[in-house]
């Protein structure tokens, strides 16, 4: 995408963590989990499909995978995925050591109290959930855009560490 | 600040305004969601602006009316907005932004012609004077999607108050 236009990061963050607290907390609509893919589907497309206009089609599921690992995650989340896994049977993990929309997620952690035991607080994975939806559903829709049908999900059970897995489907016929 | 393409910030709210057309329907609701997520948003970002702008405390409003212009929007969004048609008294103006990053690759098709497509920064502007103090209304009047040569944002101060303890040092 070169030399577009710039602005803050933050920007993102902000719009993300608000699109989750909106369909955490509205009452009508669809759920948390169906809009966030919605939204983040449709990003994804267009987003690979700026990403990926100057080049040759991505033919091989390799390499349309190994696109999303560098130009595509270097674009949105920084950097390019740390180490990238696969069973040769469609079945990818891409592992992002430092995934950046999620290195300042932390939990309340209420003051200890005297003579009372620490509450325990969240499993930051159970509290991550939410925020991996959108980058989840924004890396469906670049591989639909590339021509692939994909499963999505991500672990986070060892943030700021979040391992991806993508299930490779099959090919979109065009 | 950090800066990444803004592709992605545009795109993703692109795709956001259109899942919420598709949640209400009524487009004046989702004028009215906009606005309340930008409030949303603008409690948070208002922290950061605090943090990284190095700039001293507003001493009126038209000192702040400058600051969201060429700091605020230029920190966040990378864009510039001109502060004109003051009233007399100083509390109502209008921030003209001729460069809007949230509209590239936006055309509004024509049974949507009543969306105000960027409410979230009405929004964002509200929130974050409401957390210095300053009770504002925000609205566009003017937008080039809808045909307009500029996008006009009138801000308007009702209440404002100086920060104080709520005690006293003999108590």
Redo the contacts between chains.
């Keep these: 995408m070169g030399k577009s236009r710039q602005c803050a990061e933050s920007c993102v963050d902000y719009l993300a963590l608000e699109l989750v607290h909106h369909y955490r907390t509205q009452l009508q609509g669809p759920s948390l989990q169906a809009a966030l893919d919605a939204v983040g589907e449709r990003a994804g497309r267009q987003l690979a499909e700026r990403c990926a206009r100057d080049r040759a089609p991505l033919l091989e599921q390799l390499e349309a995978v190994k696109f999303i690992c560098k130009e595509f995650w270097g674009e949105v989340f920084r950097k390019a995925v740390d180490n990238l896994r696969t069973n040769h049977r469609g079945t990818f993990v891409l592992r992002d050591t430092q995934f950046r929309w999620l290195v300042r997620l932390s939990q309340n952690q209420m003051p200890a109290q005297l003579g009372q035991p620490l509450p325990a607080p969240a499993a930051k994975a159970d509290l991550a959930a939410d925020f991996l939806l959108l980058p989840c559903a924004l890396v469906r829709g670049a591989l639909a855009q590339l021509g692939w049908d994909a499963a999505v999900t991500a672990d986070a059970a060892s943030l700021p560490q979040v391992d991806f897995t993508v299930v490779m489907r099959q090919q979109v016929q065009r | 600040?950090?800066?990444?393409?803004?592709?992605?910030?545009?795109?993703?709210?692109?795709?956001?305004v259109?899942?919420l057309v598709?949640?209400?329907e009524d487009v004046e609701e989702v004028n009215k969601?906009l606005d309340k997520?930008g409030f949303?948003?603008g409690q948070?970002?208002i922290d950061?602006y605090l943090a990284k702008s190095k700039t001293q405390r507003c001493s009126d409003f038209r000192e702040t009316a400058e600051k969201i212009a060429k700091v605020g929007f230029k920190?966040?969004?990378?864009t510039t907005a001109s502060v004109t048609n003051w009233n007399a008294d100083g509390t109502e103006c209008s921030l003209i932004l001729e460069d809007n990053?949230l509209t590239?690759f936006v055309e509004l098709p024509e049974q949507l012609s009543a969306l105000k497509y960027s409410n979230l920064l009405c929004g964002v502007i509200r929130g974050a004077l409401e957390m210095v103090n300053m009770d504002v209304e925000c609205s566009f009047v003017k937008d080039m999607l809808r045909g307009d040569d500029v996008y006009e944002m009138r801000l308007k101060l009702l209440s404002s108050s100086t920060e104080s303890y709520p005690f006293k040092d003999d108590d």
Excluded: V
């Design positions: 600040m950090e800066m990444i393409n803004a592709e992605i910030f545009t795109l993703t709210y692109g795709s956001m259109r899942q598709a949640d209400y969601q997520m949303n948003i948070r970002l950061e920190m966040f969004l990378n990053p590239d």
